[in-house]
Nanobody, 123 residues
């Protein structure tokens, strides 16, 4: 288990940008595959993006392809989610998650989670 803390959420107008950060405490993230998920009110948690431990493999939900970019800085033990061209339907609580070993795009595959950060996109 690794402790994760997200930051960078907030209120933004449609078409705007935000960058979310996910920092680990107590240990490096360099051996973890990392993911971002989101959950809107009344909806199930859904996959947004994932990045492999090396940074060489990424994957995105169709709804965010071309607008969101996941990246990582293992030296700073931080993972980022750059969100551009935001839409009202991107409004949700965004969660960072870590997985040790193996590649997964489902929430069940991740064992460590942050507390979430709220992203609200106004129209």
């Amino acid at each position: 288990q690794v402790q994760l803390v997200e930051s960078g959420g907030g209120l933004v107008q449609a078409g705007g940008s935000l960058r979310l950060s996910c920092a680990a405490s107590g240990r490096t993230l360099s051996t973890y595959n990392m993911g971002w998920f989101r959950q809107a009110p009344g909806k199930e948690r859904e996959f947004v993006a994932a990045i492999s431990w090396s940074g060489g493999n990424t994957n995105y939900a169709d709804s965010v392809k071309g607008r969101f970019t996941i990246s990582r800085d293992n030296a700073k033990i931080t993972v980022y989610l750059q969100m551009n061209s935001l839409k009202p339907e991107d409004t949700a609580v965004y969660y960072c998650a870590a997985r040790l070993g193996g590649w997964s795009l489902t929430s069940a595959g991740f064992g460590s989670w942050g507390q979430g950060t709220q992203v609200t996109v106004s129209s």
